[in-house]
C-alpha cells in the first residue's frame, strides 16, 4: 500500500510521459528542420526518391515508437 501523500501509479505514468513528450519534441523537430533541405533536393537527384521515402518512413517509425511506447498502462 503506498502512503497517502503519493500520487497513484496512473497519474505518475501520466506524468512521465508528458515530460517524456516535452523533452523530445524539441530534438525531433530539430532534426525534422534538419531534414527539410534534404527532402527538398533528394527527389531531383538520381535515386532520390527512394532516399527521400525511407528518410520519411524513419521519422515517422520513430515518432509512432515514441508516442506508443510512452503510454502508461491502464
Known sequence: MLPPW????????ALQRVL????LT??????L?????????????????DRATKLLTAHTRY???LLTNSRPDP
Open 63 to 65: 515518432l509512432s515508437t
Open 20 to 23: 517524456l513528450v516535452a523533452l
Open 6 to 13: 503519493l500520487p497513484s501509479p496512473r497519474t505518475v505514468g
Open 26 to 31: 524539441p530534438a525531433v523537430l530539430v532534426a
Open 33 to 49: 528542420a534538419a531534414a527539410v533541405p534534404s527532402l527538398i533536393l533528394l527527389p531531383f537527384l538520381p535515386g532520390g526518391t
